[in-house]
């Protein structure tokens, strides 16, 4: 059983930066991939990013050139950077470890607020 524990969220302005962090009770390497979901305000859940055990990465249109994955193994954290914030990339991100094409464990979430 493996924990995740998402921090780094908070209110921000438009425009500014948070960095979300994800740390892992154990190793994350062995998971297929580690992913950043969102979900704003009666919206659906979405992949925001994803990074796989051998840092390839993918991230979702409406975040591509603001939002960067990455993870450090020897820490067992992902983070999620993310910069020029615009009001709809608000909403609860939570990490999920994919487990062979499963997605078995994920953490409580961290909220992101940003205001125009």
């Known amino acids: 059983q493996v924990q995740l524990v998402e921090s780094g969220g908070g209110l921000v302005q438009a425009g500014g930066s948070l960095r979300l962090s994800c740390v892992a009770s154990?190793?994350?390497?062995?998971?297929?991939?580690m992913n950043w979901y969102r979900q704003g305000p009666g919206m659906q859940r979405e992949l925001v990013a994803s990074?796989?055990?051998?840092?390839?990465?993918y991230v979702a249109d409406s975040v591509k050139g603001r939002f960067t994955i990455s993870r450090d193994d020897a820490k067992n954290t992902v983070y999620l950077q993310m910069s020029s914030l615009k009001p709809e990339d608000t909403g609860v991100y939570s990490c999920?470890?994919?487990?062979?094409?499963?997605?078995?464990?994920w953490g409580r979430g961290t909220q992101v607020t940003v205001f125009s």
């Open positions: 990074i796989t055990s051998g840092d390839r990465t």
């Open positions: 154990g190793s994350i390497f062995r998971f297929d991939s």
């Open positions: 999920a470890a994919n487990d062979n094409g499963y997605l078995p464990y």
